[in-house]
């Protein structure tokens, strides 16, 4: 049996609503997540994925229920460390890129490495990463002098390259044609043998599912 790198129990996410009865956003999820593979959350928009994503990456807390991160329940533990988990052991692509637009593609992957604290052979691995997503030769390159498709594989870079254990990958083929979004998933898979990472993303798109070793569907907040 492969290992568990992240398990929830239970994990449920309630937010209040002026003037009505609270939201219930994630219902009673479980799920495990082996090391080393892809999992997908597949669902329509309002689903739930996301909030379970960022619960899952020690953005948000559940309102009740367990998240087990290589044996830690990190629902115990506080904002610090917490802060710690993101900076160090997780990578974080979002739908919207979110490359800093006054850095090149080489800044912006350097740039997570600073965060991360990595001092020793920066250049090196910033190279790397960049050759590794397909974009040696535009490395200088700043975010709007590429395509949507190339700006989303420098953020791909960016998450990688200080050696995460997990990405967390929101909807990131959302804003892509298909023939990119399907580079994407590729290369995802090849980040995976490649890197040893483990994987968790989101998406409603059906046709990307069978890239999945793991895929979870959620409905209104409950596994289904």
Known sequence: ???IILE????????????????TAVDDVSIKVPKGSLCILKGRSGSGKTTLLNMLGALDYPTSGEIIFDGTDITKLNENSREK??????GFVFQSVSLI???SAYENVEFALRMANIKENRGPRVEECLKMVGLGARMNHMPQEMS?????????????AHHPAIIFADEPTAELDSQTAINVMNLFKEMVTKE??????????????GAGDVVYELEDGKLI
């Open 1 to 3: 049996m492969s290992e």
């Open 8 to 23: 929830t129990k239970n994990v449920k996410r309630v937010f209040p609503v002026a003037g009505s009865d609270p939201f």
């Open 85 to 90: 988990l993101r900076r160090n052991q997780v």
């Open 101 to 103: 637009p006054m850095m």
């Open 148 to 160: 949507g498709g190339e700006q989303q594989r420098v953020a791909i870079a960016r998450a990688v």
């Open 196 to 209: 040893n990472v483990t994987i968790i993303m989101t998406t409603h798109d059906t046709s990307l599912m």
